[in-house]
Nanobody, 126 residues
Framework: QVQLVESGGGLVQAGGSLTLSCAAS????????TGWFRRAPGKERQIVAA????????YYADSVKGRFTISRDNAKNMVYLQMNSLKPEDTAVYYC???????????????????WGQGTQVTVSS
């Protein structure tokens, strides 16, 4: 029904920046909240940031607040994660996820997202 593809991952030095993109296709993307999750080596998938369909509601994990910015362009069916001041602890596979929600509502639970991308690797060197 909804397909998600992440891009923009790579290797960057500590203090550097990367922008991740999530492209959605399939049924209309209208009405879908979107989240970015990450899975660090040896750890479970955890929430990084989330954005409501209207962009009125944003969520950031404490570990990335002030450094990462989530945004979306509904006309282009795109969601972005701008990552600044990257740290080695940010190294992980990053996943885009989507689930239908009221326009101003987000969800931060991995179990509440129906659609997932395949992930993109982000590696931050010290």
């Amino acid at each position: 029904q909804v397909q998600l593809v992440e891009s923009g991952g790579g290797l960057v030095q500590a203090g550097g920046s990367l922008t991740l993109s999530c492209a959605a296709s399939g049924r209309t993307f209208s009405g879908y909240a979107t989240g970015w999750f990450r899975r660090a080596p040896g750890k479970e998938r955890q929430i990084v940031a989330a954005i409501s369909w209207s962009s009125a509601t944003l969520y950031y994990a404490d570990s990335v607040k002030g450094r990462f910015t989530i945004s979306r362009d509904n006309a282009k069916n795109m969601v972005y994660l701008q990552m600044n001041s990257l740290k080695p602890e940010d190294t992980a596979v990053y996943y885009c996820a989507a689930d239908r929600r009221p326009a101003n509502v987000v969800t931060t639970s991995v179990y509440e997202y129906a659609y997932w991308g395949q992930g993109t690797q982000v590696t931050v060197s010290s």
